[in-house]
């Protein structure tokens, strides 16, 4: 089975410290999501997006994806229940930057 990758950009809200939000990160958010699921915050080291943040889901295939949130969006129940049990964290991610729900996203499957 093929691994996928979701990128979704993170864009900071204005006069966000970048040293504030990976602090908060780093402290707060679980790296283990779901089972078969693994979350980086990635920042970029050159190239267009330079200094500029992505939140990057390995994920270990596209069943495994496709347990948490089906092709139409719709959350599994685990995946509600994660995300009500971690309702603060997901809340003050939100006063950093783009909320997890709206930012710009694509899912990638490894074809080699």
């Known amino acids: 089975m093929p691994k996928v990758y979701g990128i979704h950009m993170v864009e900071l809200h204005p006069r966000v410290?970048?040293?504030?939000?990976?602090?908060f990160v780093k402290e707060e958010m679980p790296q283990s999501l779901f089972e078969g699921w693994k979350a980086y915050l990635l920042k970029g080291d050159r190239g267009d997006r330079k200094d500029k943040y992505l939140l990057m889901y390995e994920i270990e295939s596209v069943e495994a994806r496709n347990r948490?949130?089906?092709?139409?969006?719709?959350?599994?129940?685990?995946?509600?229940?994660?995300?009500?049990?971690?309702?603060?964290?997901?809340e003050k991610w939100a006063t950093f930057a783009t909320p997890l729900t709206k930012t710009i996203f694509t899912d990638y499957v490894v074809l080699f």
């Open 68 to 90: 948490v949130i089906s092709s139409t969006g719709e959350l599994s129940e685990e995946a509600k229940q994660f995300f009500e049990s971690h309702g603060a964290m997901f």
């Open 17 to 23: 410290k970048a040293e504030d939000f990976e602090k």
